[in-house]
Nanobody, 124 residues
Framework: QVQLVESGGGLVQAGGSLRLSCATSSVTFSKSGMGWFRQAPGMEREFIAAISWTGQRTVYADSVKGRFTISRDNAENALYLQMNSLKPEDTAVYYC?????????????????WGQGTQVTVSS
C-alpha cells in the first residue's frame, strides 16, 4: 500500500519559517513528479508547488513564489517544502502528492497518491 507521511507542520508567528517533509516508499517515489497542495478551512484544496522527478524543474503558485521552495532527495525518498516569510493566509493543512509520471503538474487530477496532511498555523 502506498503511504505518504507529511511532517513539520506547527504554529509559527507571521514572518517565521517552517520546513515540511514528506516521506514515502521508494516504489512510490521512483521516477515520479511530486507536489504540495494546501487546504484552508472552508476553501478548496489549492496547488502550491511541484517538482519533476529529477528535481530540475519546479513550478509555484503565484501566492508563494519567492517565499516557498520545493525540493527533493531521491536517495532518501523525501520531498520538502521550505516556507519562509509566512503569512496568516498561509494557514492550512498541507498535503504532499505523487504524480502519475515523472513530470510536474498544477492540477490535482494528475496526482495519484496523497498524504494525510500536516497542519500549518500562522499567527498574526
Amino acid at each position: 500500500q502506498v503511504q505518504l507521511v507529511e511532517s513539520g507542520g506547527g504554529l509559527v508567528q507571521a514572518g517565521g519559517s517552517l520546513r515540511l517533509s514528506c516521506a514515502t516508499s521508494s516504489v512510490t517515489f521512483s521516477k515520479s513528479g511530486m507536489g504540495w497542495f494546501r487546504q484552508a478551512p472552508g476553501m478548496e484544496r489549492e496547488f502550491i508547488a511541484a517538482i519533476s522527478w529529477t528535481g530540475q524543474r519546479t513550478v509555484y503558485a503565484d501566492s508563494v513564489k519567492g517565499r516557498f521552495t520545493i525540493s527533493r532527495d531521491n536517495a532518501e525518498n523525501a520531498l520538502y517544502l521550505q516556507m519562509n516569510s509566512l503569512k496568516p493566509e498561509d494557514t492550512a493543512v498541507y498535503y504532499c502528492a505523487v504524480s502519475r509520471d515523472s513530470y510536474y503538474y498544477r492540477a490535482e487530477r494528475e496526482y495519484e497518491y496523497w498524504g494525510q496532511g500536516t497542519q500549518v498555523t500562522v499567527s498574526s
